[in-house]
């Protein structure tokens, strides 16, 4: 059974590094506030969200079957700076177990509760 929680943010303890094209927030400057942190765990992994959106980008990822090519477009690499986590996004780090048809399906119902329990 998933387990959902959320944590006050502390800057030496959560790290975003989930990033996507709606959202490419990196670290909370000191005018950004970042009350909670959102984690999900579910198949012995836990996610981290810095945002309710960053779990509904992770949902909308784990409820296709399918995924096209990871590659970056050429006129997107701008984007990604020349560190190794930035180069590679966040679903391209993702152990590849969770991509199995069981747990991809437990995964999914997981976002949706704790999208489901975080946005009331």
Not at 19 to 25: E, K, L, P, V
Request: a positive charge; proline letters at 4%.
């Amino acid at each position: 059974m998933a387990k959902i929680w959320k944590e006050k943010y502390d800057s030496l303890k959560h790290q975003n590094k989930m990033y996507f094209d709606g959202d490419m927030t990196i670290y909370p400057s000191n005018n950004i506030e970042i009350k909670w942190i959102y984690f999900v765990k579910e198949c012995s992994f836990v996610f981290e969200f810095h945002s309710i959106s960053q779990i509904k980008e992770c949902q909308k990822y784990f409820s296709k079957k399918v995924h096209p090519s990871s590659a970056i477009p050429e006129n997107k690499l701008h984007l990604y700076g020349g560190d190794h986590f930035e180069v590679q996004r966040w679903f391209e780090r993702l152990p590849i177990k969770l991509f199995k048809e069981p747990k991809r399906i437990k995964i999914l119902k997981a976002l949706n509760l704790a999208i489901e329990e975080f946005e009331k």
